[in-house]
């Protein structure tokens, strides 16, 4: 193939990467943000023997970790106004999409992680007469959060790639602002080759930091 690669117009367009990282980034960052919350409330709500909480909580969570992230972003951009009758702007219906999704699976994180704590631990504290809260407060969360670092430091790196999705509504992330320079320039090869790049040089270090804090989890154990 003849094909001639030519990075050098890409500097002509720096400003819409720029632009697309601080987007992609801010997306990650508030969904983490209100994914926790909201995963550690489900978390434990999933530990609850009353079915008439646990049940509604498990419903939500299976639905939004066993259907694709993809199809939720189009259903709430699209399916959600007509039920409501309330238009939803884009960016808040993709927000809204990620999430719902990253919150289902820190709740599994968060249950996983408060069942991993020894039984002889739980019967110990209720023996010194400690209530669920002051149980969860002072024994259980601070060794499980522990363990759990580890499956959120993975989930976390796995939902700045998820914000590539939002390009499918026009917002302006990452792969977004590729797309437009693509119908600019005419040069795909070129600028999602870069792209790829941007991904990696966030991700990549990420990804690192994450592995190291399993292994060192995993020397306290």
């Known amino acids: 193939m003849g094909y001639q690669w030519d990075f050098y117009f890409i500097w002509g367009y720096y400003n819409l990467f720029i632009e697309g990282v601080f987007i992609s980034l801010g997306f990650c960052v508030v969904t983490i943000a209100i994914g926790l919350i909201i995963g550690l409330f489900c978390g434990l709500s999933l530990l609850s023997r009353h079915r008439l909480l646990s049940f509604p909580v498990r419903s939500y969570v299976e639905v939004f970790r066993c259907t694709p992230l993809l199809v939720q972003i189009i259903w709430i951009y699209y399916a959600l106004p007509v039920i409501i009758n309330i238009n939803i702007p884009a960016y808040l219906a993709g927000g809204m999409a990620l999430t719902c999704y990253i919150s289902s699976f820190y709740a599994e994180i968060f249950r996983g992680g408060v069942i991993s704590i020894e039984r002889g631990q739980w019967d110990a504290a ?3 007469g400690m209530t669920y809260p002051q149980l969860m407060k002072r024994i259980i969360l601070p060794q499980a959060i ?3 670092v ?3 430091m993975n989930q976390s790196v796995i939902q700045l790639k998820n914000t ?3 390009s499918i ?3 302006g992330d990452i792969l977004y602002q590729g797309s437009v ?7 795909p090869l070129e600028v999602y080759t870069i792209v790829a790049i941007i991904y990696f040089v966030i991700l990549y270090p990420l990804t690192i930091l994450a592995q190291r804090l399993e ?3 995993a020397t306290k154990e």
């Open 164 to 166: 590539s999705l939002l």
């Open 150 to 152: 580890p499956p959120f």
């Open 146 to 148: 522990k363990r759990m």
């Open 169 to 171: 509504l026009a917002v």
């Open 181 to 187: 320079i693509t119908s600019a320039t005419y040069r």
């Open 215 to 217: 292994a060192r989890v």
């Open 126 to 128: 209720r023996a010194l």
